[in-house]
Every structure is written in C-alpha cells, then in structure tokens.
C-alpha cells in the first residue's frame, strides 16, 4: 500500500513539473530569462522618446570602407543633429534637422550653411529612432539571442521601407545586461552589411535643447 502511494505521489509531481515547464516540457529558467531580457528591451526602445551617442559609422562598399566617428543627438519625432568629429579631414561637420529643414555646416569652410539639404537614407537610417519607427511598422520582424564574449545579446531585425538598392534590413544588438544598443548594422537585399554603426556611449530620455536643431 506504501508502495502504491510513494509510486502515486511522484507521478503527480512528475506531472506538476511538465504541466509547469509548459506543454512541451522544454521551457526553463533560461528561456524565461530571455524572454525577461527581451521584454525589458522592447518596453525601452518603445518608450524611448531621445538619445545621444558617441558612436563609430561605417559606410561599406565594393570601392572600401569609409568610417566616420560621430555624435549624435536625435528625438524619436525626427528631429536629430549629428556631428562628425574623426578622421581630421570632415572633423567639425555638423548636419541638424528639426523636422522641417535639413542645415549643413562646417566650421572648416568659412562657416558655410546650406538650406538645400535633401534627406537620404544613408543619413536618416543610421539614427536608432529610424529603427524604432521601422521596428514598430514593420509586419514581419525578427528576434534571437546571441552569446557573444562580452555577453548575451538580443538582437532585433525589421525591414527598411522604400526599396533601396542597398539598404534593406536593419538589425539592432542590445545588450541583456545593460539593455544599452551595442550595434546597428543595415544589410542589403542579398544579405551584404552596407552599413555599421557601433555605439560607444549611448544615454537615452535625456531632455535635448530645442537649439541642439538649428543652427
């Protein structure tokens, strides 16, 4: 009779365990980490409203690479300034849209403002509120979990409006630790990285002066 109930007793809570771990028995405390991690990462990027970086651009080519170092300040509404400060030859390089006009500026060319300024996608596509608003628009999105050696990532994937010959998805690496972007890397149609951009400091929801805008 012992026997009977010991045997009954752990079957149940055999049965309590898989009912537990879900239907197919293979979700654990890893899984429910990561989705933790990527939950916390989502309510971020959606409830981000500005930021400023330091960060490294990558412009990749056929012809080579050519790579920028850049601050840059941007409101998830558009507006955004961007400031080349490395190599020495396009240092002082200063580009600002408040949403209704794009100004140019270079302090090592006489203080010449431009007013004709289009936007391109190689410019406006590097901002994290452009992967924001693709990532929230986009009706097919990706998410995985990479292990790298500075730590587990979660990196998201959304697709670039417009058709452009090369700049097609665009996929975010956020750490799980810090939940701080790491890197952004737009990809072209045939899977080829066009451009990288790798954060160095990124602080996010600060108050950003209307004058950061304009010139």
Same mark, same amino acid.
């Given at each position: 009779?012992?026997?009977?109930?010991?045997?009954?007793?752990?079957?149940?809570?055999?049965?309590?365990?898989?009912?537990?771990?879900?239907?197919?028995?293979?979700? +654990? !405390? $890893?899984?429910? /980490?990561?989705?933790?991690?990527?939950?916390?990462? *989502?309510?971020? #990027?959606?409830?981000?409203?500005?930021?400023?970086?330091?960060?490294?651009?990558?412009?990749?080519?056929?012809?080579?690479?050519?790579?920028?170092?850049?601050?840059?300040?941007?409101?998830?509404?558009?507006?955004?300034?961007?400031?080349?400060? +490395? !190599? $020495?030859?396009? /240092?002082?390089?200063?580009?600002?849209?408040?949403? *209704?006009?794009? #100004?140019?500026?270079?302090?090592?060319?006489?203080?010449?403002?431009?007013?004709?300024?289009?936007?391109?996608?190689?410019?406006?596509?590097?901002?994290?509120?452009?992967?924001?608003?693709?990532?929230?628009?986009?009706?097919?999105?990706?998410?995985?979990? $990479?292990?790298?050696?500075?730590?587990?990532?979660?990196?998201?994937?959304?697709?670039?409006?417009?058709?452009?010959?090369?700049?097609?998805?665009?996929?975010?690496?956020?750490?799980?630790?810090?939940?701080?972007?790491?890197?952004?890397?737009?990809?072209?149609?045939?899977?080829?990285?066009?451009?990288?951009?790798?954060?160095?400091?990124?602080?996010?929801?600060?108050?950003?002066?209307?004058?950061?805008?304009?010139?």
């Amino acid at each position: 009779m012992r026997k009977r109930l010991w045997a009954l007793a752990v079957g149940l809570i055999l049965l309590l365990l898989l009912v537990a771990c879900g239907s197919d028995g293979l979700r +654990g !405390p $890893a899984d429910a /980490a990561e989705i933790t991690a990527f939950e916390r990462i *989502q309510r971020m #990027l959606f409830e981000m409203q500005s930021y400023r970086a330091i960060a490294t651009v990558e412009y990749r080519s056929n012809r080579g690479v050519n790579t920028y170092e850049t601050v840059q300040h941007a409101r998830i509404t558009g507006e955004y300034r961007i400031e080349v400060t +490395g !190599p $020495a030859a396009v /240092a002082g390089s200063v580009t600002t849209s408040d949403g *209704q006009q794009i #100004l140019q500026f270079n302090n090592r060319v006489n203080g010449r403002v431009s007013l004709a300024v289009q936007e391109t996608p190689e410019r406006s596509e590097i901002f994290l509120t452009s992967f924001i608003r693709n990532y929230k628009q986009s009706e097919e999105v990706s998410v995985s979990v $990479a292990d790298m050696d500075e730590g587990t990532r979660t990196v998201l994937e959304a697709n670039i409006p417009g058709n452009h010959p090369y700049l097609s998805i665009a996929r975010l690496w956020v750490d799980n630790e810090t939940m701080l972007p790491v890197k952004l890397i737009i990809f072209d149609a045939d899977g080829a990285e066009r451009i990288v951009v790798t954060y160095h400091v990124f602080e996010y929801n600060m108050v950003l002066d209307d004058g950061l805008f304009t010139m």
